[in-house]
């Protein structure tokens, strides 16, 4: 199967050529951004790139430049630089390539903060996940049945204490980090809350995604819920909820009283909204989404099979930076039950699946509209804005001091697609 776009050929020329043809291609975004002073950019990025081979390089530029802009205006500035660092890394025989590329992400002074944590996420392919929650309200068992084996150890008797602790897991192609607080929840108001929000603030910069996992079956938020939610509301504010994702777990099991399933969950979530808008704001708890699940069934009593929601707010919700790896880890197993291909292909090792394999989550009409808009949200059609655009005439002849390889060379043999999460995006683009 050959998706062959214009992506296809910029990333097999910027892999080959390095660094010269990513400076180009920001500063294309730029320009499409940023108007006068992203056109200064580019021309000068234009002039620096072209001179050194004279006129045959001029035109290779030119003929480049096309293919980026339409790359662009498909997949944004992000994706597409993940693209070719990613064939970079794929092509390349230098051991430590991945530090070499993170290093050269990192000193690339026209893109912000949050666009290299972006970028770096999606090479190094690594999803962080913060559990929250009593022991034995089935958290290691949410996580395996998201990611569909067992990578969580489930079962036990954990040890409270004042450690986050954690574990990574290989998924496909992607590294899921895990960051489980054993405790936080059970530990009464005990010395060992303070110590568990100073580690969690420690590592909360590299959290892409909460999971506040409680049981359905209770009537409240119970005590230590309580102390704990508001002791992580107060230390660490509205960056704790803004990735969260509340799941009200053995959704199956028998519910207090006779009352429909439905409306228990409803009311069991204005519950907990209503104290999520005490300790924080009446904003944050309206968007806070929950979801009913339960690891011993596929669908919950009102029907809806909850592994494919979840996996619609887990691109909903987490943050930016970890879309792609997400994306990276479980895309070749998500499809529709109306996909008419008899194959599904996981373009990162080119290999075809077929459809039971990699319709393990089916997602429905509105929930590929929802991952779609999500995937948008986050990196598709990102772009560079901010102050330093004024200053870009300046630092452009700065960056390439030292002079500039010229648009030549052997490209590196590439394939019919670009990486797991540009597959993923032709494919439900075509929903």
């Known amino acids: 199967m050959n998706n062959r776009d214009p992506i296809d050929e910029v990333v097999r020329v910027a892999a080959s050529v390095g660094a010269p043809a990513v400076l180009l291609i920001v500063a294309l975004s730029i320009a499409g951004a940023s108007g ?6 580019l021309s000068a990025a234009l002039t620096l790139l072209g001179g050194p081979a004279g006129m045959p390089g001029g035109i290779l530029v030119l003929t480049f430049v096309g293919g980026v802009s339409a790359a662009l205006a498909s997949y944004g500035l992000e994706a597409l630089l993940v693209a070719i660092y990613n064939k970079r890394i794929e092509t390349s025989e230098q051991p430590d390539i991945v530090d070499v590329v993170v290093k050269e992400i990192n000193s690339n002074k026209l893109l912000r903060a949050s666009q290299k944590r972006t970028i770096i996420s999606a090479v190094t ?15 290691s068992s949410t996580i395996n049945s998201l990611l569909g084996r067992d990578v969580a150890p489930v079962g036990g008797i954990v040890p409270v204490t004042s450690k986050v602790e954690s574990f990574d897991c290989s ?4 590294t899921v980090r895990l960051f489980d607080t054993p405790g936080l929840c059970d530990s009464k108001g005990n010395s060992n809350d303070d110590a568990y929000i100073a580690a969690i603030k420690e590592v909360l910069p590299s959290i892409d995604l909460v ?13 230590d819920e309580r ?25 199956c099991s028998p519910l207090p009283g006779q009352v429909k399933f439905d409306l228990f969950v409803n009311d069991r979530a204005e519950a907990f909204r209503k104290f999520v808008a005490e300790i924080s704001s009446e904003k944050i708890s309206k968007g806070l989404p929950f979801l009913a699940i339960d690891n011993t069934n596929a669908s919950t009593p009102d029907g809806c099979e909850w592994v494919p929601e979840l996996f619609t707010l887990v691109v909903e919700r987490c943050s930016a930076s970890g879309v792609m790896p997400f994306v990276e880890a479980l895309g070749a197993e998500v499809g529709s039950d109306d996909d008419s291909s008899d194959e599904f292909i996981n373009t990162d090792n080119q290999r075809a699946y077929s459809q039971e394999e990699a319709k393990r989550i089916n997602l429905n009409e509105e929930q590929r509209q929802r ?34 390889p010229v648009l030549a060379g052997t490209a590196a043999t590439f394939g019919g697609t670009v990486g797991a999460v540009l597959g993923f995006w032709r494919w439900i683009s075509k929903k």
């Open 211 to 223: 999971l506040f996992i409680t049981p359905l079956n209770e009537t409240r938020v119970t005590r």
């Open 227 to 251: 102390v704990a939610l508001r002791s992580l509301s107060a230390a660490i504010g509205k960056e704790l909820w803004e990735n969260m994702i509340v799941l009200f777990s053995f959704a």
């Open 171 to 174: 998924v496909n192609s992607a």
């Open 371 to 404: 991952v779609k808009w999500g995937l948008k949200r986050s990196v598709i059609g990102g772009a560079i804005i901010g102050a330093f655009v004024a200053a870009l005439p300046v630092t452009l002849p700065a960056l390439v001091v030292g002079g500039i």
């Open 36 to 41: 006068l002073a992203g056109a200064a950019a």
């Open 125 to 139: 392919k690594t999803f962080s996940i913060l559990l929250v929650g009593r022991t034995g309200t089935g958290k």
